[in-house]
């Protein structure tokens, strides 16, 4: 699985203090020979004998690793402030992607003259990547926690991870009861798995460079012609970096929380 290294010099990250992100636990998951690290966030006043929604969010490709910091890069401090915090309290969960491993499957080849890539396929085998399996795993270790709401499971992801969001909702759909994908693509024909299931909010900018947004329309558009619960949002004159827009919509938040799945 191939990505353009451009994507570095166009991608600005503001540093990352542990004093800010410190409240992210630092766990390991592991299963046979594999392992996930991933950093949890509980609500403010958690108190064991309530429930509380889990959200899990998926980052891109320049924060895989093992180092279990880098996950938190971007969305890390979205999800800690104090009104986040105070008007949405859940169970708040960033895994890291390994270097070697995507969330979902797809190839890419690459234009030598631009560094970008000029075409994109997304086979949806059978399994799921090594890296989204061991998530699997980990997630349904925590829905068996009492504490945990399984009416209300969420995910995002941007990029790479917003590729991850459209695979993981198509395998597992009755899992989960929203998602929002920034800036991501996928298969298209895999929206029939989760439409009606999952509540669907896409985001995109209109002049991104690096995931066409093209993906994101045939989404919206096939997903509409399901009758699903969808959302798009895309944002003229913006390119890859999305998210910045996504997270400043006072709406992504409430819309994800009054998503319930029935039990």
């Given amino acids: ?78 999800f800690l402030k104090e009104e986040n915090r105070q008007n949405f309290p859940a169970i708040v969960l960033f895994p890291q992607c390994p270097e070697t491993d995507s ?40 829905l068996s926690i009492h504490f945990v709401d399984k009416s209300r499971v969420y995910i995002g992801g941007l990029s790479q991870g917003g590729m991850g969001v459209y695979d993981i909702i198509a395998r597992y759909p009755d899992m989960f009861a929203a998602a929002f994908p920034i800036c991501g693509a996928g298969k298209v024909s895999t929206s029939k798995e989760f439409a009606g299931k999952v509540a669907v909010w896409i985001f995109h900018g209109a002049d991104d460079e690096i995931v066409p947004v093209r993906f994101s329309r045939d989404f919206f558009k096939r ?22 827009n996504a997270f400043a919509d006072k709406e992504l938040l409430s819309w994800v929380f009054t998503k319930t799945k029935k039990q």
Avoid: C
């Fill in 1 to 78: 699985m191939k990505f353009s290294i451009i994507m570095l010099s166009l991608l600005v990250f503001t540093s990352v203090h542990s004093q800010d992100l410190s409240e992210y636990r630092k766990e390991i998951f592991k299963s046979g020979k594999g392992f996930l690290p991933y950093r949890i966030l509980y609500p403010t006043s958690f108190d064991s004998t309530k429930s509380y929604p889990l959200l899990i969010f998926l980052h891109g490709a320049f924060e895989k690793g093992t180092d279990n910091e880098a996950q938190l890069r971007i969305g890390g401090r979205y």
């Fill in 103 to 142: 969330w979902a499957w797809f190839d890419t080849k690459i234009d030598s003259s631009t560094g970008l890539a000029k075409s994109w396929d997304f086979p949806f085998r059978k399994e799921p990547t090594a890296v989204t399996g061991l998530l699997k795993k980990l997630l349904d270790s925590l």
């Fill in 223 to 244: 997903l509409t012609k399901l009758n699903a619960d969808v959302k798009y949002s895309e944002y003229p004159s913006v390119r890859h970096n999305s998210w910045v």
